[in-house]
C-alpha cells in the first residue's frame, strides 16, 4: 500500500479495507515508472483526435447528474437519469435501449445500452459506467450527488460516445450505463447473464470507469500532477498493457497497475471470462466523501478526468486502427454534430463561474452589485425601458442566415411575454395566477449604430464554424465572431449554432466583463418560423436568457446539489429541488415545504418553450433593481 494512502486510511480508520497476506512473489499494485522520450511516441493522428474530448461538456453533463439529488438505483432521480442520459446519446446518433434488472432488496432498476443505429458485426469493445449513486449511511431517500461516483465515469461514458461518434469511430464500440452497482454489481452481473447486444467471445475488451476525477494525491513539488490505477486481470492484460502505454504517450498520468480486481462492474465481465478493465482515479481508497451527501460537483477536478479519458479514447482508437478499421478517415473526418437540443440547458451559470474564475475581481463588483441591489429592491421606482437589440447572426450554412422576419418574431414574442401580452397567460395553474407579475419592458431593433447611423440593428456574418461552445468566442471579432455595441447602450443578441446541446447562455449583470456582455441564442432555438424548431421554437430561449441577462437565477436555484433550501433570491417563486423539463402538470412537488409545488410555468425553469408562460410579482421587482443597480442607462435614451 503507498505510504499516503496508508497514511490516509490510518487516519479516517476506513471500515471497508482488508487486510490479507501476500505471498512473497506476488505482485498487488505495481508502479509504472515513466520513460523520459514517452509523450513523444504517441500517433499525431490519434493526438490531435484526443483534442476533441471537451471539459466544458463533460462538467454540464456532470452538473446535471448530480442535479438528481440520488441517483439511487430504484429512485425516481435514477429514473430521470437514465431519461437524461438516453437523450444525450440519441443526440449524438446513437439507438438506445434499456435492459429491466433487479436489485434484491430494493425493485427493479435498469441498465441503459447504446449503440450507433446499422452496426450489424457484435461489438469488440465495451465502454461502462454505473449511473447509480448511494448515500450508505443516510438510505435510499437521502441526498446522494455521487459527483465522483459515479458521475464523472457516466458523464465519461457519455463524453466518450460523443467524441467516437463526431469522429466516426464508433461502429464497433457498445456503451453501457449500470443499474445496481452499489447494492453489488447487479447490473453488470445481469447484463452479462443476458448477453443483450453483445456476443462475450467477440469482445476484445471492456473498459469501465468508476471515479474517474477526484484527485487524492497529495500535492507533492515534483510529482505529477494525477494518477490513475488500471486494473485488470491476467485475461486483461493485454488491455491493461495497452492503456499503460496510451497513458504513457498521450497523457501526464501517474501510472499503477493491478491485477487484483474486486468492487466495480470490470469485475462482473472477468468472472465471465471476457478482458475487462477498471480505470480509477489514483488511491481511490483515501477519497472519504464517496458514499455519502459530500460527494459533490466542487470536488471534481475536470483535468484529472480527462486525462483518463484520453487514455481510454487513445487506447480505442489505436485499437481500431488495426486492420479493417479506419483511424485515418477518424482522425480527419469532421464532427457531425446534430445541433437540436432535445431538453432545455443553459449555460448561464457556468459562464459565470468560469468568468469568477478568470477574472477575481468580479467577486468585489458582484458584492457590492448585491448589497446596493438588496438596498433597492424595495424602493426601486421603475424607469420605463424601451432596449434597443442588436442581434448578431452568424451562420455558416446559408439556411442559418435567418430572415429578418424572423428576427421580428423574437422581438414580437419578448415584448408580448415582458408585458404580460402572452396568448397563453391563462394556462398558468390558478395557484399561480395572483403571482404574475409584469415587467413592462419593451424591446426594440436598435435605430442607430454606435456612430448614430441609422440600422436596422440586425448585423450578419458567414463564419466557418459548426458548432459554437459556451466560451465567448462568437462575441470577438479576432476569435472569429463579431464584437458587441456599447453594451452599456444596446443588448447585444448572438444567434449562432451552440454545440453540446445548448439553447442558450447570459451574462449576469456585473457578471463579466463588460465586452462579452448580452445574451447568445442557438439559431434553432431563436424566434418564431424559419430555422425555429420544435420544442424550442415559441422564442422563450430569449425570454429567459434575458431574465438572466436583468438579473433572474434559474426558479430551482444556482447549487451544483439540488436541495430546497438554496433559493433563487426571489421570495414569490417556491423553492424546488432541481429543475423541470419538458411539459410538466400541476401539481409537481419537490419539495415538502411548498404546498402548490413548483412554478415550472416560469420562464426561469428548463420546461419547454410551450410550458413556460410567467414572471413572478418579486421576479420584476428584481429585474427592475438589478437595472437600476447595474444597467443604468440601457433603453433610456428614445434616439437609439
Ligand atoms: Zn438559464
Redesign the pocket.
Known sequence: MPARQLAAVARHAAPCFRIEEVSGDRTVYEHRERAADAAAGGDPRIASALASISASRLVQHLTTLTGFGTRFSTSDGFRRAIEFCSGVLGSSGYQVTQQAITVPGHGMSANLIARLPGSSAPPRLLVTAHLDSINLAGGPAALAPGADDDGTGSAGVLEMAHVLASLGAAADVLFVLFGGEEQGLFGSKQFVAAGQGFSPGAVAGVVNMDMIGSDNTLDTPGAPQFGVLIEGAEISRTLVEKLSASAAAYTSLDVTVSFDPHDSDHFSFIEAGIPAVLTIEGEDAANHAIHSAHDTMDRVKPALAVEILKMNLATILGWNAQPGIRLSQAATAKPKEKLMPTHRQ?A?VLVYLMNLEKHPSLRLRQGSARQRLAMSASSIVPKPRNIPVVVHILFKDDADNISDAQVHSQIDVLNKDYNMTNADLGAVPAAFKPLIGNPQITFHLAKVDQTGAPTSGITRKKVSVNAWGADDKMKSTTAGGVDAWDPNRYLNVWVCRLGDNLLGYAQFPDGGPLETDGVVITTPGFGVGGTAASPFDLGRTAT??IG?YLGLF?VFGNSAVPNCTDSDEVSDTPNQLGPNFGRPSFPTMSCPSEPNGDMFCNYMDYVDDVAMMMFSKQQVSRMQASMAVSRPNLGVDPSV
Open positions: 443553459c448561464t429567459h436568457e438572466h434559474h
